[in-house]
């Protein structure tokens, strides 16, 4: 039998874990089904998504509120000098949201946690929705337009996608629970042309590779 290899973007015991465990208990309360997270303005403006990172890293150390989170997370964004809420319909219109959501992909799996379907869009794709092959397609019964692309960049964002799925099991490799049936739908949703054993036997690399890392750093 294989020893388990254990997979963190930070181990249990690092301060940046620490600070956010208290962070935590409003989440736990049964009745509290979506966490909203406040980011200034400014920091949208500087690129600065730190904040956001920390708190995807610590919540993989929070094992009980992994499901319950994915696609629960929104944001609210806040003017520096009113300290007034911005609206929707403003920062969904400022291209420098779509790319401050883009730049939260670093951390791969985030894109699995964003609540809003705009956002989590952006945060696949903000980067191309300006190019010239991007095509507004709008809705023929007056509803919510799509934006289409040509092969070149359609194979990026599904490259993108592979790789957010992939990540996703790596995260959730500590717990038990198993998010298959979340990568599944975002697959479907994209119509996916990978199957979700593609996404698995990369996990697995992934996590064999992680393990033979440990023992050399043991050695």
């Not at 699995?112 to 379907?117: C, G, R, Y």
């Not at 490259?159 to 479907?188: T, W």
């Not at 992680?210 to 750093?217: H, P, S, V, W």
Request: hydrophobic content about 40%.
């Amino acid at each position: 039998m294989k020893p388990h290899t254990y997979v963190y973007l930070l181990p249990q015991n690092h301060p940046t874990v620490l600070e956010y465990a208290d962070f935590w208990k409003p989440a736990y309360d049964p009745s509290v089904h979506t966490l909203t997270l406040q980011v200034l303005a400014s920091d949208v403006q500087a690129g600065n998504c730190g904040g956001v990172h920390e708190i995807i890293i610590a919540l993989q150390h929070q094992p009980q509120l992994i499901e319950k989170l994915l696609f629960s997370i929104g944001f609210e964004f806040v003017d520096d000098v009113t300290d007034e809420k911005i609206p929707e319909e403003a920062w969904k219109a400022d291209p420098i949201y779509y790319e401050w959501f883009f730049k939260l992909m670093s951390i791969p799996s985030i894109h699995f946690f964003i609540a809003d379907e705009d956002a989590r869009a952006y945060s696949l794709l903000a980067d191309l929705i300006n190019n010239e092959n991007a095509e507004v397609i709008p809705d023929v019964n007056g509803g919510r337009s799509q934006i289409g692309f040509a092969a070149k960049e359609g194979n990026i964002i599904l490259r993108r996608l592979f790789k957010s799925c992939v990540h996703l099991l790596v995260y959730c490799h500590n717990c038990d629970f198993n998010p298959q049936i979340y990568i599944e739908g975002v697959m479907a949703l994209y119509d996916a042309p990978f199957s979700y054993q593609e996404v698995l036997d990369a996990y697995e690399l992934f996590v064999e590779e992680a393990g033979r890392q440990l023992l050399k750093k043991a050695s």
